[in-house]
């Protein structure tokens, strides 16, 4: 079993920065791609970042320059660090994790956090 409980969200102004934490428990034996998702509000959930367990990392082209992904793999967290925050980045936003757990050391299984909500006001 494991979990992703995350952090950091709330309601900022138009040009504020606002960082997420994402932090992996349970009976966990490794961690492959960490990443971050959103969907905004009549919009598909899509990919904003991801990170890998070599800390390559990928962005969507709208947030690129602005937001920055991090991991501490000793802590199995990832963060989103969000600057020059708009109204178009009001959404929820999902964390998640590929997992190899103690019971299962196969396949790498993909997890996701609850949610938090992130909104941005003009």
């Known amino acids: 079993q494991v979990q992703l409980v995350e952090s950091g969200g709330g309601l900022v102004q138009a040009g504020g920065s606002l960082r997420l934490s994402c932090a992996a428990s349970g009976n966990i034996f490794s961690i492959s791609d960490m990443g971050w998702y959103r969907q905004g509000p009549g919009k598909p959930r899509e990919l904003v970042a991801s990170?890998?367990?070599?800390?390559?990392?990928n962005y969507a082209d709208s947030v690129k320059g602005r937001f920055t992904i991090s991991r501490d793999s000793a802590k199995n967290t990832v963060y989103l660090q969000m600057n020059s925050l708009t109204p178009v980045d009001t959404a929820v936003y999902f964390c998640?994790?590929?997992?190899?757990?103690?019971?299962?050391?196969?396949?790498?299984?993909?997890?996701w956090g609850q949610g938090t909500q992130v909104t941005v006001s003009s």
């Open positions: 990170i890998t367990s070599g800390r390559t990392t």
């Open positions: 998640n994790a590929f997992v190899l757990t103690g019971a299962t050391a196969y396949r790498y299984r993909e997890y």
